[in-house]
């Protein structure tokens, strides 16, 4: 018995296999998560990627999968967090679906949204043919999630099925105790299939909460997905979040993250461009401000073929005592040629107790690429607030001005208009 | 309606050393007049201009500054605005991120909410602005622009121009807005700062050369050398600097 292993209290074994409704390969991946999970516990600051994540906290705290009974949102809740143009609706509740509180009618034909569950039965061999159940030691949460994952949401669009509304994922977390959710996620789009998604995350309480959401996706030949995650969940939540995504020939694909609040928020991306013409942009925007708040970006793209392209573009406000990472790893392996890739990381310290830790990493195994990268760390323009100032701006309003262009750049990579004008008010209240 | 009063500062500089830029600047501008500031380089106009403004780096040993009779150098840039102080910038500032017309719209609203008027709605503000832009000679792709961002030295000119027709201020100073400007861009300045003068209304003009006094006739032309105000006349002494060069006022004996 090792122990030193970091295997905290409310980390329970999986229950038997007996009585499940999931198909029993899935079963077995579960069991086998398990056991690659428990080797090595959770990370500790020793481990190279988790250097700057204190996640003590984590380990004396209580956590419990929550109940059967059904959570209080209503459906007056929902609909204040509704877009206001067109859009499917997907509600979620500590992490289950809840298709009576989701609006999902004017979905095109063959296109599926169901909970996981429910795909194990009726879309097997569809989920058979796309799930990744790829474990590694490098990510513990990700064989946490998917050795203990209880349901999830599962999309999938055919062939040629392009959604001119986008949707609307609404992550909700309503906690009468300390809770721990691992809702696990599959999005799967068929060749030349075009969605948007924005999925948002929030607390209708105070109350702390652990979120460990893994995510599967697969963008198929020609396929354009673009995704926009906004988190603002309350200053008690836990959000770990490990996206696997894998591109094929001439798929497009965005993801843009706003972090606006939370105690502990990290998020892996793991991209993987396959083959030739594969694009992948990811981006974020973070403000921090709370006494001890922290958010931490990991993305990894692997160029696995020639003419891939990647960009990566992260900007951060950091107040207060918070403290924000970014790890950005590009890999181009050998014989990839014709490779476009860019890195940027921008951070904009509003204190000087805050702190930012940006690390670019770059490994290249062929010659014919092109690969950018730039990181900054610094203050408020000092002559661009004295100029707003004297043309009769007041300072807060000018900080405010300056602290919404900063962002604004992040923004602006949002197509549709109903999202970016949500977002933007967003960042505008928080800010 | 502005008076300078002996006035001394010092910056300090990379090394931390002080370093005294006005030595007792003296200096009296009532309404509706234009006053001119010559001088070499490194004498401390734009240090002066930017005092008056409100800029941060600056210390005041000594003297001080009256708008209206009350104190300006109490009062921060926004309140000098409101007052209704405005400094054309010999070198103004980009702001990615902020949209030109945006920030228009917020600083004319700022200054008129400081005034106590409401604000201009959206429709009056648009024909206002471009109306006046057409009048510094700038596209309006330029309102959907970032501030200053990318702008050409010219385009950048034009667009303080474009501030000080849209912010009517009271007080104007005009920090070598001059520099870098081709004979249209000369002209239009003068054309603008001309359409805005009355009785009111007083400007200082900060500049190397007399060819924009060509445009704007001043009432008084002073110049300044290390620190100082050295000798003040009407504007045939801008005609005598530019033939003679600055030597010849830095070799008369101080009174």
């Known amino acids: ?431 | 309606m502005l008076s300078i009063e002996n006035l001394k500062a010092d910056i300090q500089d990379e090394k931390q050393n002080k370093k005294t830029i006005l030595q007792g600047v003296n200096l009296s501008i009532k309404p509706g007049e234009v006053h001119a500031i010559m001088g070499p380089n490194g004498s401390g106009k734009s240090t002066l201009a930017n005092i008056l403004a409100g800029r941060d780096g600056y210390e005041v040993t000594a003297g001080g500054v009256k708008l209206d009779g009350q104190d300006l150098l109490s009062l921060e840039p926004e309140e000098r605005a409101a007052r209704g102080l405005f400094l054309a910038f010999q070198y103004p500032t980009e702001i990615p991120g902020v949209n030109n017309m945006y920030f228009l719209r917020t600083a004319l609203n700022s200054v008129r909410k400081q005034k106590e008027l409401p604000p201009l709605d959206a429709s009056d503000f648009l024909m206002l602005v471009k109306d006046k832009i057409k009048e510094v000679g700038l596209g309006q792709a330029f309102l959907h622009r970032a501030v200053n961002e990318g702008f050409s030295g010219g385009e950048k000119k034009r667009n303080e121009v474009l501030q000080m027709l849209m912010l009517e201020p009271r007080f104007i100073i005009l920090d070598e807005t001059d520099s870098g400007l081709d004979i249209d861009a000369l002209q239009m300045v003068g054309r603008c700062v001309n359409s805005l003068r009355n009785q009111e209304r007083s400007f200082l003009v900060v500049t190397h050369y007399q060819r924009l006094l060509d445009y704007i006739q001043p009432d008084v032309v002073h110049v300044m050398a290390d620190g100082k105000i050295l000798k003040s006349g009407d504007k045939s002494l801008a005609l005598e600097l530019e033939e003679k060069g600055y030597g010849w006022i830095e070799r008369e004996p101080q009174k």
């Open chain 1, 1 to 431: 018995m090792n122990t030193m292993l970091n295997m905290p209290g409310w980390i329970q074994m999986p229950s038997q296999v007996q009585g499940s409704d999931l198909p029993a390969w899935l079963e077995i991946e579960k069991q086998k998560s398990w056991e690659i999970f428990q080797k090595a516990g959770l990370p500790t600051r020793k481990h190279e990627r988790w250097k700057y994540a204190d996640i003590s906290h984590l380990e004396q705290a209580q956590y419990e999968a929550p109940g059967k009974a059904q959570p209080p949102v209503s459906a007056a809740d929902i609909n204040s967090f509704r877009l206001p143009g067109e859009s499917h609706l997907l509600v979620l509740v500590n992490g289950v679906y809840f298709p009576e509180l989701s609006d999902i009618k004017r979905l095109p034909e063959g296109a599926v949204i169901c909970s996981l569950r429910n795909a194990g039965k009726q879309y097997e061999p569809l989920l058979k043919q796309y799930m990744q159940n790829k474990n590694t030691k490098q990510h513990p949460f990700l064989n946490l999630n998917h050795a203990l994952f209880n349901d999830g949401l599962f999309l999938y669009f055919p062939e040629n099925c392009q959604l001119s509304a986008p949707i609307h994922l609404l992550s909700l977390t309503v906690c009468d105790k300390p809770y721990v959710l691992y809702p696990r996620h599959c999005i799967y789009l068929a060749d030349n299939s075009r969605v948007s998604i924005l999925e948002e995350h929030h607390s209708l309480d105070d109350q702390c909460c652990l979120v460990n959401a893994a995510a599967d996706i697969s963008a198929g030949c020609g396929s354009v997905l673009d995704i926009y995650k906004l988190h603002q969940q309350n200053e008690n939540t836990n959000h770990f979040s490990n996206t696997n995504l894998i591109q094929l020939k001439d798929s497009h694909v965005s993801i843009t993250q706003f972090t606006l609040s939370g105690r502990f928020v990290r998020d892996d991306l793991n991209v993987n461009l396959q083959f030739s013409g594969a694009y992948c942009q990811t981006a974020g925007f973070y403000k921090l401000s709370g006494e001890n708040q922290y958010v931490d970006h990991h993305i990894d793209i692997e160029h696995a073929a020639s003419m891939t392209k990647s960009e990566m573009m992260y900007k951060g406000i950091v107040d207060n005592k918070s403290r924000a990472v970014f790890n950005g790893r590009l890999h181009v392996h050998p014989g990839a040629q014709k490779i476009t890739a860019q890195q940027a990381n921008h951070n904009l310290l509003l204190s000087n107790q805050a702190e930012v830790y940006s690390k670019p990493e770059l490994e290249i195994y062929a010659d014919d690429v092109k690969c950018r990268h730039g990181a900054t760390t610094g203050q408020l323009d000092q002559d661009a607030l004295f100029y707003l100032r004297s043309r009769g701006l007041a300072y807060p309003e000018a900080v405010n001005l300056l602290l919404q262009a900063f962002s604004a750049e992040v923004i602006q990579l949002i197509k549709n208009e109903d999202i970016a004008a949500h977002i933007q008010a967003r960042i505008g209240e928080n800010i």
